[in-house]
């Protein structure tokens, strides 16, 4: 009997968090904008809003979790 690949499947939390350019580059959300915002200044809530890249040691592993993206 023949053994086959397992079906590829999108893990669901991973798609949520995370979001892939037309370039194929990888933007996520900044941690730390939840709680306790009455001790951070302004700037830093408001660059804690805008997304940024996924590191280079990270990739790997998001893109595995997203074979369809």
């Known amino acids: 009997m023949a053994r086959t690949a397992g079906k590829a499947k999108t893990r ?6 995370f979001k892939v350019t037309g ?15 009455q001790k951070k200044n302004r700037k830093r809530k408001r660059f804690l ?3 940024t890249l996924v ?3 990270d990739i790997k ?4 979790s997203l074979p369809f993206h």
Do not use: E
């Open 23 to 37: 370039t194929g580059k990888i933007l996520r959300r900044k941690q730390g904008k939840r709680h306790l915002l």
């Open 12 to 17: 669901k939390s991973v798609a949520k968090r």
């Open 55 to 57: 590191s280079d040691a």
């Open 49 to 51: 809003g805008k997304a």
């Open 61 to 64: 592993r998001v893109k595995a």
